[in-house]
């Protein structure tokens, strides 16, 4: 491609100096490498081509040309985006395949290339064939998803349905998957995801944020006929349900773990037992850490001000469950709207919710039963702390990074066995 891109400058200088020496005049004529440099410059404004007769530099934006730095010393990043700015500018017209063209390219520049690559050629289709879904969902065009592939030349692929109810991303993600989904709370780099992933490895975790949206996307893929062939279910929190909800959600695939939040499950006994083997404690060390770690649990508990904002965030939770169930379909105006909406808000006995929690706590604390207490205690960042101090003495985000990798290691699987025995058995529907 380099002496395809300096043969086309040669030739073309050697025919404007010609036409100069002949007295012809004009517009000089523009060649690939201009082309080059300026899509490359548009993407990467920090990073200036310097192209001569016979080298190609690279010149950080507003430095000393002291700073440039030949083309052999380009990043691999940097490579990629050159190779595949001149590959597209020297294609004939017709149809340009691309395989991964993700590949060494930073996410925050790889739409924009792409958008200066189908710009610079009109006359050209482009099919990029990825596994980045963030990159895909930035193309407006037609997206196909292989749904199996049978050795040597057979593919079903399958076209991404607009109306999943899903955003492109996570439909080409569902649809791409040969496991059934698990939908769960977090984000895709949290503990929890982690756990999620060891604890269910015949699923594909997927990350939904709270549990409003696990829910949500439980019952909208099983309501959309484009995604049927695949199977799926939630999980979710505790959040101090009631068992008449729990059952509800069972009945729509949407399972509930026996604790307030999932980091609690590190510190249910089995667990935090395995988590303290890790070490070799005897077993006179492992009772006193265990009996430690409920007795600051117990003891944190126990104050006025930690119980009343437990209390509060599990009131929030339940008023705001109550009302999300509520339609208000069958109103005929505003008015109406307005007093419906009262009579349900009156309806939320918060005094009998509160003392609900106050009471679980109180009897929890009473009677030194940390498990009780973890299906209401809700402070995640103090459930880590006291995880990561009594059980591996070591600042919690030094934890939280040995947990995630303890929880995939194959040779040692007791961790993950521990809480996979504590955690619902889920069968996808």
């Not at 595949?84 to 340009?96: D, E, T």
């Not at 030349?153 to 040969?178: H, K, M, N, Q």
């Not at 939040?261 to 395995?274: D, G, H, K, T, W």
Request: net charge negative; hydrophobic share 45%.
């Amino acid at each position: 491609m380099l002496q395809w891109l300096f043969a086309e400058q040669n030739n073309i200088a050697v025919s404007e100096l010609n036409n100069r020496h002949k007295g012809i005049s004009g517009e000089p004529q523009g060649t690939k490498f201009q082309e080059l440099k300026a899509i490359w410059e548009r993407v990467l404004p920090a990073k200036l081509l310097v192209i001569t007769a016979d080298d190609i530099e690279v010149e950080p934006a507003g430095s000393e040309s002291a700073l440039r730095y030949s083309a052999a010393q380009m990043s691999d990043g940097e490579r990629a985006i050159f190779y595949m700015i001149g590959q597209v500018l020297f294609a004939p017209p017709g149809v340009i395949i691309f395989d991964e063209p993700e590949l060494h390219v930073h996410r925050a520049v790889l739409g924009l290339l792409w958008d200066e690559l189908e710009a610079s050629r009109p006359d050209c289709a482009f099919v990029l064939v990825t596994h980045d879904l963030e990159f895909a969902a930035t193309r407006a065009a037609r997206k196909l998803v292989v749904r199996s592939f049978v050795s040597p030349a057979t593919w079903t692929v399958e076209e991404l349905p607009a109306d999943s109810g899903f955003d492109e991303e996570l439909t080409t993600l569902i649809l791409g998957s040969r496991r059934p989904i698990l939908f769960v709370e977090g984000d895709g780099g949290s503990i929890e995801v982690a756990i999620y992933r060891a604890c269910y490895p015949e699923m594909t975790v997927v990350a939904r944020g709270g549990c409003e949206q696990v829910i949500r996307s439980v019952r909208t893929m099983r309501a959309n006929e484009s995604l049927t062939r695949l199977s799926c279910a939630g999980l979710v929190d505790a959040d101090s349900r009631t068992d008449d909800e729990i059952a509800k959600l069972a009945n729509e695939n949407i399972f509930v773990l026996p604790v307030s939040e999932i980091e609690n499950l590190l510190l249910m006994p089995a667990v935090a037992s395995v988590i303290l083997e890790h070490d070799s404690h005897d077993e006179a060390e492992k009772a006193l850490r265990l009996a430690s770690v409920r007795a600051e649990l117990l003891a944190e508990a126990a104050k006025p001000e930690v119980q009343t904002a437990i209390v509060l965030e599990h009131c929030r939770r339940r008023i705001d469950r109550a009302l999300q169930i509520v339609s208000f379909e069958t109103v005929k105006d505003e008015f109406e709207l307005g007093i419906d909406l009262k009579k349900r808000v009156a309806e939320i006995d918060v005094a009998a919710l509160a003392k609900e929690i106050r009471d679980a706590i109180t009897e929890a604390i009473a009677d030194k039963d940390l498990e009780a207490l973890l299906r209401v205690y809700d402070r995640k960042n103090h459930i880590i702390a006291t995880a990561a101090r009594y059980l591996r003495g070591s600042h919690k985000d030094v934890f939280t990074g040995w947990v995630m990798r303890a929880i995939k290691d194959p040779e040692k699987p007791r961790l993950r066995d521990a809480i996979r025995a504590v955690v619902p058995s889920i069968t996808p529907a």
